[in-house]
């Protein structure tokens, strides 16, 4: 019981809201298209280093040994994740040949980050920096080309509204993670909120909202193609 009380006490509420959308998503997130498939596949990621992350911090009493079992957890959902994100690019018209090559510079300024760059902190941030970079400027590019071709129906569509629900949260905590040496995390914008818990807070429920809002229209156009018996 003291387990129970110590994982529930030392779970933020944004954590409670991330694992509300990935049941909602099991429940009612069409799985037949294959960009569905991936954006359940990210949820999931997303759930399961949320848990481990309370989990560790409960079990793991050892401060160091905490850290390094949590940097590792995040470590791995920055590269997984990023990949599966640049996977749903491709899967909405990027082309091939393109994401190849994000997908080979991504991976390899992570082993850059990790041996060099990075090697002796704790938790290497600039690969989850440089993910979001390749993330953004490819999105707004292809965006600007949608815009440039007049395909407004794509840019309306519901697969549009998901490519573009991260781009808060890879923008805000990019903007920590760039400075991790520095105190700009600490810098207090309202009382008791300093940007690091709204960044983390109030901007991931935003995009985790819009993730809301995606799996319901997935599901209410399933329906209205499939209508129940």
């Not at 759930?47 to 911090?57: C, M, Q, S």
């Not at 793991?60 to 994740?81: A, D, G, P």
């Not at 129906?153 to 697969?159: A, G, Y």
């Amino acid at each position: 019981m003291v387990i129970v009380n110590d994982f529930l006490g030392s779970t933020k509420i944004i954590v409670y809201y991330q694992l509300l959308i990935f049941l909602f998503a099991t429940f009612f997130l069409p799985l037949k298209r294959k960009s569905n498939k991936v954006f359940y596949c990210i949820l999931i990621y997303y759930t399961v280093t949320e848990i481990i992350t309370v989990t560790l911090n409960v079990l793991i009493k050892n401060e160091t040994n905490r850290l390094f079992l949590n940097s590792i957890n995040y470590e791995l959902s920055f590269i997984v994740t990023f990949l599966l994100w640049f996977f749903l690019l491709e899967q909405n018209g990027i082309r091939k040949k393109l994401m190849r090559y994000i997908y080979l510079f991504f991976l390899t300024f992570v082993v850059i980050d990790f041996f060099v760059i990075q090697k002796d902190d704790d938790l290497k941030t600039y690969m989850f920096c440089m993910g979001s970079f390749l993330y953004l400027i490819t999105f707004f590019v292809f965006s600007f080309n949608k815009l440039k071709s007049e395909d407004f129906n794509f840019i309306l569509s519901n697969d549009y509204r998901l490519l573009s629900a991260p781009i808060l949260m890879f923008f805000g905590l990019s903007l920590i993670f760039a400075f991790v040496n520095s105190d700009i995390g600490d810098i207090k914008i309202i009382t008791n909120y300093n940007l690091y818990s709204i960044i983390t807070d109030y901007i991931n429920f935003v995009s985790y909202t819009i993730f809301l809002w995606y799996i319901y229209i997935e599901y209410r156009n399933h329906k209205r193609v499939i209508p129940e018996e």
